[in-house]
């Protein structure tokens, strides 16, 4: 049995992250843990919503907090039905500090974190992937499923090779996490921006990949990485997942440059699980 955090925004409900939850608890017969993040800087108001005819009135304050906090529990009350339902074994954690601080410490403690790629825990819309997004990639102590606002049943899988170990860790984890996935098709892709490129020890990925896939398709292509594998995900089916490794920079760098997680989250909408050392 494996645990799961599915992570929410109690005043920003993320129904296709609660979805890929069920889905992954169902499947692999995990525990699901749904981590509320109540940063306690963070409501639905803003300093304008509080102002009366004699400035800050305590009692519209009063109002907007319990609203905020009915907003809340109602969120919380449907993720515990839908589990229930289900028949799913679950956790209920309600962090009520800085959240992006709650939520690494609960990655600790998880073999999987799922999080909404549009997830920001402001009052702001933000471009994927947002700045809470990349802080969480930065940071895990887990591997993360990044997913898009809706479900869709994960059937085909797409692995990011590019030589490096971590592309390969990406793969382990994966595989010890959703072995029910052997069945499914599933292909490795590998960009060079050289033609006629070497597949850097294909035979090793071969053997690995399949050891865990029946039938592994291998496309390799060329051009520029980012440009190229865009173009090509872009192509695929519904309820595809990539895997790929995560930045191999320093962790402060990986906040503040552009990464393949970045571009491929910016221009998808397919789930993306993330894996790093």
């Known amino acids: 049995m494996k645990k799961i955090i599915a992570a929410f925004d109690g005043l920003k409900f993320s129904k296709g992250t609660l979805d890929y939850a069920i889905e992954l608890a169902v499947r692999g017969k995990s525990v699901v843990t ?4 109540e940063d306690f800087l963070y409501h639905s108001f803003n300093l304008f919503d ?12 009063n109002h907007l907090l319990k609203k905020d ?3 809340r529990q109602a969120a919380v009350a449907l993720f515990e039905q839908t589990c229930k339902k289900r028949g799913i074994e679950y956790l209920l954690h309600q962090d009520k500090r800085f959240a992006i601080d709650d939520l690494l410490k609960e990655s600790i403690y998880a073999d999987l974190t ?4 549009a997830e920001t825990l402001n009052h702001f819309e933000q471009a994927k992937p947002t700045p809470f997004v990349r802080q969480l990639l930065a940071g895990t102590q887990s591997p993360v499923l990044v997913v898009p606002a809706t479900h869709q049943l994960i059937e085909r899988v797409v692995i990011l090779y590019d030589g490096h170990p ?4 990406a793969l382990k984890m994966f595989t010890y996490l959703f072995p029910w996935t052997v069945k ?14 070497l597949l850097p020890d294909g035979n090793l990925i071969g053997e690995y990949t399949r050891s865990h896939f029946a039938k592994p398709l291998l496309t390799q292509l060329t051009g520029q990485p980012d440009e190229t594998l865009v173009a090509h995900l872009r192509k695929a089916e519904p ?6 490794g995560a930045y191999s920079r320093g962790a402060l760098s990986r906040m503040f440059n552009s990464s393949m997680a970045n571009i491929l989250m910016e221009a998808l909408d397919l789930p993306l699980f993330i894996a790093h050392h």
């Open 34 to 37: 749904g981590v509320f993040l």
């Open 69 to 71: 906090q009915e907003t």
């Open 50 to 61: 509080m102002v009366g005819s004699e400035g800050i009135s305590k009692t519209k304050l």
């Open 184 to 197: 499914y098709p599933s292909e490795i892709v590998y960009v060079s921006d050289k033609e006629l490129d």
């Open 114 to 117: 799922i999080i909404g790629a």
């Open 166 to 169: 971590s592309s390969v860790y």
């Open 239 to 244: 309820g595809t997942v990539v895997i790929m």
